[in-house]
């Protein structure tokens, strides 16, 4: 599945963004759909997870409380609300899909190998 995402920008401190992410067409495989972020001269990291039907999410502890990931369907876009933004939270956004990846139950966050499609990234800015 190709992913596309969108909603990248330039923000202040306690600002709000909300990115998107939508998949090129519709299949008959459900996807577990997450958001990794890449800040310059750092590893890739985990941001949200959320499962094929909505009904289970995952944060790293880093955003917890601040940012919100949602989906309305299988099959509609994934969206992350980003709330009371740091400058930490400065970085490449990134949406990525699998079809046999299962968060729930699971005891660690996601790892960007866990996920076998990728979006092309969106920056996010966070200005003091």
């Known amino acids: 599945v190709q992913l596309q995402a969108s909603g990248g920008g330039l923000v202040q401190a306690g600002g709000s963004l909300r990115l998107s992410c939508k998949a090129s067409?519709?299949?008959?495989?459900?996807?577990?759909m997450g958001w990794f972020r890449q800040a310059p001269g750092k590893e890739r990291e985990f941001v949200a997870a959320i499962s094929y039907s909505g009904g289970t999410t995952r944060y790293a502890a880093s955003v917890k409380g601040r940012f919100r990931i949602s989906r309305d369907s299988a099959w509609s876009p994934v969206y992350l609300q980003m709330n009371s933004l740091k400058t930490e939270d400065t970085a490449v956004y990134y949406c990525?899909?699998?079809?046999?990846?299962?968060?729930?139950?699971?005891?660690?966050?996601?790892?960007?190998?866990?996920?076998?499609?990728w979006g092309q990234g969106t920056l996010v800015t966070v200005s003091s």
């Open positions: 067409a519709r299949t008959s495989s459900s996807y577990t």
């Open positions: 990525a899909a699998d079809r046999t990846l299962v968060i729930a139950g699971s005891l660690d966050d996601p790892v960007s190998t866990d996920f076998s499609s």
